[in-house]
């Protein structure tokens, strides 16, 4: 449920921003045609299409920003973990050391991991604790 939750706020955040850009091409059209003769109304109506697309390029950013913030952080919890992974090949002694400090995350990718929040024992395909719902990394 939660694998690739970066990829699809990002995903999102896309069909989202696209959706308000075609509803605002319609209004403006829309409006074009029915408020032709009163030019004041049309610049305000206008205006408020504007100012609606910008409000969207603002939530798509945001939002987008925050998909990308969680795809990389993943990314790099992944890293760290074949980091240590290789590491722990080469001089298991200060491995050990590490993986201890960041938690059971590392080492057997068949066993479960332990919530470093709770200490609650959770199945490897989980990224959040069933029990506090917390992030795995
Ligand atoms: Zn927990």
Request: proline letters at 2%; a positive charge; hydrophobic letters at 45%.
């Amino acid at each position: 449920m939660f694998n690739d939750v970066g990829k699809k706020i990002k995903t999102l955040a896309t069909v989202f921003f696209i959706f308000i850009l075609i509803f605002a091409i319609i209004i403006a059209i829309v409006e074009l045609i029915l408020l032709r003769s009163v030019p004041l109304l049309w610049l305000i109506v206008l205006i408020s299409i504007a100012f609606a697309v910008f409000c969207g390029w603002i939530s798509y950013a945001l939002l987008y920003g925050y998909g990308e913030l969680i795809d990389s952080s993943r990314k790099l919890a992944d890293n760290t973990s074949l980091l240590l992974k290789t590491f722990s090949a080469t001089s298991p002694s200060i491995a050990s050391k590490i993986s201890t400090k960041s938690g059971k995350t590392t080492g057997n990718s068949d066993a479960a991991w332990v919530c470093e929040y709770c200490g609650y024992e959770n199945p490897m395909i989980t990224s959040f604790c069933r029990n506090c719902q917390k992030s795995r990394y």
